[in-house]
Each structure stands twice: as structure tokens, then as C-alpha cells.
């Protein structure tokens, strides 16, 4: 089945204990159904304890929700990297999960392929449903089309208005390929310029709301992070928002080469 994404999902770097599984808990209890994670994050048994309280509660059926984790660059070796599905597996507690990304290319390792490898196999042994990568450039993608004649359902990537990645989305998108947007308000840096507040001021919204609505705009499905209900709402809100073309180009404008967060060029960047 081809995977089928909500135009918002939900962050939780950082979630962690029972804070965190009720904050997950309460994101599907408002309407996220996709909620992102990571072997890295050491929360994968939080998120998982969140999500089955949550369908235990019946905010949800376990069906509509897509898990989503993935695979940190020290276990890209076939064996290592299906050993971490499985533990990932196992963390979770929910059953096979719905999307497995491998979290950075690491290219001077050179090990990507492989790591892409073990997750068609891991598909295969029913332990995921799909398959994708974050942070992975042009080049990398094209490799692993050449080397498996599979490309990736989801490309997640750093993407906010001082990064807005115009180029990589469009590649994606040519490509039949799910951008999927990480730290979407720019960890809050995002929210502090005159066109996103002029867009706030002018539609009654937040400047939140305003990033939010221009990632959808652009074709990037953001996953912002929230710990609060309050924010929780106020982002699953956005989606009311349709901002005009020039509010979408003036915010997009607001990009420049050097925006990443903390420089996490996937190149060179290299996370283990
Ligand atoms: N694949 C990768 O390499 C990668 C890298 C980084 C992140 N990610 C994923 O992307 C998710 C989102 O990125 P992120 O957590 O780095 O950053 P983010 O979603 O851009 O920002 C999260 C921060 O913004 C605050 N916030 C949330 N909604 C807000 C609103 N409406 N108004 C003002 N502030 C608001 C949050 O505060 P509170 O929590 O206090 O409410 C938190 O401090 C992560 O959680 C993770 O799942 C993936």
C-alpha cells in the first residue's frame, strides 16, 4: 500500500518519560496520526507507551497512527542495522512500525547503501511497513536508486524559512519522494521576522501558524515539536491557514545558504 501522510505531524525530540508518553498521548487525543522518533532519541519506549495509551483511550485506532523511527549512523552494516530495527521494535512495543528512516547519509563512511539494504529487508520480514531517509542529498538518493532500484518514500530534511530548501523539495517531489521537514519553526528562531508577523497580524494567527501554513504550502510536510497542549492545538490549527502568494514568497525569501540550524551540512555533517 503507498504510504498515505496527514499534511501535519508530530516531533518528540526531547519527549521523554511519562511527560513525554502522555504529551504523545495527548497530540493523538488532539488529531496528529504521525508522530516521529528516533533510535537516537532514546525515547522510542515513550513514544510507544504514548501511543498505546492513546488508543487504549480510544483517541485512536493503532491503524491510523504512522510511527515513525530511525536508524542511527553507527549500525548502517546489514547485521547491525537489523538488530536495531528489531530493537527498535521491541522499544516501541506497538508492532511493526509504519516508516523507518535511516537518520543521516554519512557518506565518508560510505555505509548508506547498505543501511538501505537492510531496510528493504527488513520491510521484507514484515518488521516495518515503509522505508525512507532523512538528510540524504541528490547524489546520495540517486546511489541508491543505481545500486537497488529503490528510492526512498520520505527524504525528512532540515527545512524552515532560513533554510527553505527550494531545490531539494523540488528534487523530491520530481522524484515521487515525501519532504518531510524537520525542526520546522527553526527550534522558535523561525518565528521572529517581519513577514511572518505581518502574515500573523493580517490573518488573526500565530506566528507559529504562519510558518506552519507556509511549509504546507511549499510541499513540506513539517512534524513541529510541542510539548504543551496549548501549542499541541495551536499548530494542528494551522492547517485552517492558507496564506497568499506573496506572504508564501516574501517568508520563503526570508532563506539564505548559510540558515541551517547548526550548520548540519549532510555532505560532511556526520551523526552516529
Ligand atoms: N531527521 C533529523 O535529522 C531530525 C533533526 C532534528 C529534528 N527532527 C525531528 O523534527 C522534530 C521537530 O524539530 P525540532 O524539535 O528540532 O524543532 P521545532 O519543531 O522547529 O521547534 C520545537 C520548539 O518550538 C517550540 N514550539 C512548538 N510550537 C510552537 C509554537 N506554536 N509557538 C512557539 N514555539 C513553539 C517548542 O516548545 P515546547 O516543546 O516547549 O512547546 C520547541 O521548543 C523533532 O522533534 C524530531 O522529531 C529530525
Sequence with gaps: MPLDLPALGFGTYKLRGTEGSEA????VELGYRLIDSAYNYENEGTVGAGIRAAVERGHASREEIIYTSKLPGRYHERSAALATVEES???SGIGPIDLYLIHWPNPKQG???????ALIEARERGLVK???VCNFLPEHLDILEKETGELPEVNQIELHPAFPQVGALEWNTSRGIITEGWSPLGRGAALDSAP??????????????????????VGSLAIPKASSRKRQQENLDSLKLDLTADEIESITSLGNPDGRLKGQDPATYEEF
Excluded: C
Excluded at 111 to 117: D, R
Excluded at 200 to 206: G, I, V
Design 130 to 132: 515503509h522505508i525512507g
Design 111 to 117: 555505509h548508506y547503501v547498505e543501511a538501505w539494504k
Design 196 to 217: 511572518v508577523r505581518n502574515a500573523a497580524r493580517s490573518h488573526d494567527a500565530t506566528p507559529g501558524q504562519v510558518v506552519l501554513a507556509w511549509h504546507r504550502a
Design 89 to 91: 521494535y521491541y522499544r
Design 24 to 27: 504523545v498521548a495527548g497530540a
